[in-house]
């Protein structure tokens, strides 16, 4: 199994803006649950920190396999869901492991 781990910075010019984004993003990629062929669980939290090196938004998915993480990158679903977010990331932090 590889848990593929996400985190993004959004952006927003008020505080309001951001809550926004950060809502869209979490139920576009949770709407992905049951459409990428290998993805076993998917988990998309917002901080609640609002510390300022936070990240405001983490996707936590596991992966049957290591192909099944690379077929989830370019899977039509995926490609749908990270054009239509695109905009809103001002970065963007990455973590795959391999779990035993």
């Known amino acids: 199994m590889i848990r593929h781990i996400v985190m993004w910075r959004l952006a927003g010019e008020s505080s309001e803006d951001r809550r926004l984004a950060r809502e869209h993003v979490k139920q576009a990629f949770e709407g992905l649950r049951g459409r990428i062929p290998g993805l076993q669980q998917i988990e ?12 405001d938004v983490v996707l936590v998915a596991d992966f049957e396999s290591p192909q099944a993480l690379e077929a989830y990158a370019t899977h039509p679903e995926h490609l749908r869901v990270r054009q239509a977010l695109g905009a809103l990331r001002t970065a963007r932090h990455q973590v795959d492991y391999l779990r035993s």
Request: proline content about 0%.
């Open 44 to 55: 998309v939290g917002i901080d609640q920190s609002a510390v300022d090196y936070a990240c």
